[in-house]
Nanobody
Framework: QVQLVESGGGLVQAGGSLRLSCAAS????????MGWYRQAPGKQRELVAC???????NYAGTIKGRFTISRDNAKNTVFLQMNSLKPEDTAVYYC??????????????WGQGTQVTVSS
């Protein structure tokens, strides 16, 4: 069974930085898309960024260039570097991935989530 495990969340003050990691396992095949979503209390889950195996990226406009997604295909790991964090970035961040191609950023597999809390 495919498993995605996030790490790196925590409490950070506004303006600080944090790097999230997601390690994928349980598949004989490489993941076509890997990415990050977030969900704040009372709000819908929203895309943060995603990246294809070939390196194409898609970012949510709301982050305004503050975040950077990267991945290490050999290690089946995707990262999210978050800079200039704001209180409104507070959410549970979920790793997302899919083995299929051409489906956009919303994949079938989800991690358990990691909490990111940004204080004022």
């Amino acid at each position: 069974q495919v498993q995605l495990v996030e790490s790196g969340g925590g409490l950070v003050q506004a303006g600080g930085s944090l790097r999230l990691s997601c390690a994928a396992s349980g598949s004989m095949f490489s993941f076509n898309v890997m990415g990050w979503y977030r969900q704040a209390p009372g709000k819908q889950r929203e895309l943060v960024a995603c990246m294809s195996r070939g390196g194409s990226t898609n970012y949510a406009g709301t982050i305004k260039g503050r975040f950077t997604i990267s991945r290490d295909n050999a290690k089946n790991t995707v990262f999210l570097q978050m800079n200039s964090l704001k209180p409104e970035d507070t959410a549970v961040y979920y790793c997302n991935a899919d083995l299929r191609a051409g489906l956009g950023c919303w994949g079938d597999y989800w991690g358990q989530g990691t909490q990111v809390t940004v204080s004022s």
